[in-house]
Every structure is written in structure tokens, then in C-alpha cells.
């Protein structure tokens, strides 16, 4: 298994060692059947039987998770151990001839069971991918939110921000709702799950409005250092974040329409 971009320092030497193990684990047992062959494919799975395993002899087989690249399998890699438990999609395309020596599934698991030695590889090639893909994860995670603050509790009126106060924080009801208000007039709802205080975090200007909760609330805090670093590298962030300033800017403008429309006779 080699994974598609980039890669640790230890992956090159982890994954040379890895596609020597499958055919350890196969020495001394018999292919179920003649190689399999195939021009090309669009989903593997479907083209086998479910009750074996393969080792790839020849060719490239890529490797689609929710129909996005992750990894490929080539040559001495042990294809088929996804069987019997609900996983998310994975597809298996090719788009080269492949040679696929066939084994019996449970034949190969009483094979390397037999030996505490295959057994020891067995674990250390499921150990060494696994390794692999916790990389994987760990380079395409977001930067984790950890607020400085943490999360607050507002019992029903009590004020969340202020008017007119330094904007050190950003935030986001977890349970709960608010009302936003300026100079004591209300001039809008904050949802659950919805962020606000970000456009004094933007402007560097002090708080322009004070929102309380109408209920109970239960609020995440970030500081605006971290805020602003997360909306850099989080596209959806920033997509919310717009959404619901142009949700507020559209109830302002037919607020003002409708304070500009002359009294009905």
C-alpha cells in the first residue's frame, strides 16, 4: 500500500517492508486457482468472489474511499481483508492489466494462525498500515479547536458579550439561543450552532452590539487568535461565517425597506 501525497520520512522504508510480508504469510500454502487476470476495472469487489484474498503479481489497483483518491496497492500487496464487517465505501479500479493469485480466505487464516511466527507478521502488517493511514490522518486534520476559556454557561438574560468591549473572543452556541441588540434595540436572533462576535475580530473594533440569552445557553469560546488561524485553513468556516452575515445584512435591509415605507391610510 503506498498512500497518495505526502509522505512521513519513515513511510518509503515502512512500506518496502510491508510488501514482502504477504507472501511470508502465504509460504508453504497453495493459490486456491488459477491467476486471475483482468484488462482493467471499475470495482474490483464486485468482479471476485467474496470467500478470498489475493496477492497482486502484476499491476496497479487505486484505491477510492467516498469516491476520493487515498492509496494504491501494487505488487506483493494482499488484497481482499475487507470482508465481513460494514466499512465505509471503498472502490478498487484499475485502469492496467492485473494478474491476481487467488487463495481460500479461511484457509490463509488457519495457515498464518498455525505459525506464531506468521502470526507475528499478520500483526505487524496490519500494525504497519494502520500506522500508515493514522499519518495520513493526523497531516489532513484541521488544526484542533481547544478554547482558551472553554465553555460557559448564561442562565436566561444574562449577557454573552457587550457593547462597546474589547473583542478578544469569537463564539458558538452549543445549545441555546440569544438575541443580538444595539443601544437596546433588538436587532437580531443568534441559533444554535451558529458563530458570533467574529466581524469585531475581523475589524479590530470594540463589540458594536451586547446579546443576551433568551434561554439558556451553553456557548464554546475561542480566542481570536485561534479563530482567525482556523478560518484560514478551514474553508468551512469561513463559508458559515458568510452565510450568516449575508442572513443578518438581508433582515437589516428590509428592516430599514420597511421603516422607509410611508404609513399605510
Avoid: W
Avoid at 487505486?62 to 492509496?71: C, G, I, K, W
Avoid at 481570536?224 to 450568516?244: D, G, M, V, Y
Amino acid at each position: 500500500m503506498y498512500l497518495l501525497g505526502e509522505q512521513p520520512a519513515y513511510a518509503d522504508q515502512l512500506i518496502n517492508r510491508l510488501q514482502g510480508i504477504p507472501t511470508q504469510l502465504l509460504e508453504g500454502l497453495a493459490p486456491s486457482g488459477a491467476t486471475v487476470r483482468l484488462e482493467r476495472t471499475d470495482d474490483l469487489a464486485q468482479e471476485l468472489p467474496g470467500n478470498q484474498l489475493f496477492i497482486i503479481e502484476n499491476g496497479l489497483l487505486h484505491s477510492l474511499v467516498d469516491e476520493r483518491p487515498l492509496f494504491y496497492l501494487q505488487e506483493g500487496d494482499l488484497f481482499g481483508l475487507r470482508q465481513g464487517i460494514e466499512f465505509p465505501t471503498c472502490r478498487y479500479t484499475s485502469e492496467e492489466p492485473l494478474s491476481l493469485v487467488p487463495y481460500t480466505r479461511t484457509e490463509v487464516f488457519k495457515h498464518i494462525y498455525a505459525s506464531e511466527v506468521r502470526l507475528e507478521l499478520f500483526v505487524q502488517y496490519l500494525i504497519g498500515h494502520t500506522a500508515l493511514l493514522s499519518d495520513a490522518l493526523a497531516r489532513l486534520k484541521q488544526p484542533e479547536i481547544r478554547p482558551a476559556t472553554g465553555f460557559q454557561h448564561f442562565a436566561a438574560g444574562e449577557e454573552l458579550i457587550h457593547q462597546g468591549d474589547e473583542a478578544d473572543h469569537v463564539f458558538i452556541i452549543i445549545e441555546g439561543h440569544a438575541e443580538a441588540y444595539v443601544d437596546g434595540h433588538k436587532v437580531g436572533d443568534v441559533q444554535k450552532d451558529e458563530i458570533f462576535g467574529a466581524m469585531a475580530v475581523f475589524t479590530r473594533e470594540k463589540r458594536s452590539a451586547t446579546v443576551l440569552a433568551s434561554e439558556p445557553c451553553t456557548v464554546m469560546v475561542i480566542p481570536k487568535e485561534q479563530f482567525l488561524s482556523l478560518t484560514q485553513s478551514n474553508p468551512r468556516i469561513a463559508h458559515s461565517l458568510i452565510e450568516s452575515m449575508a442572513r443578518r445584512i438581508d433582515l437589516l435591509n428590509k428592516e430599514v425597506t420597511q421603516l422607509r415605507l410611508p404609513p399605510a391610510e
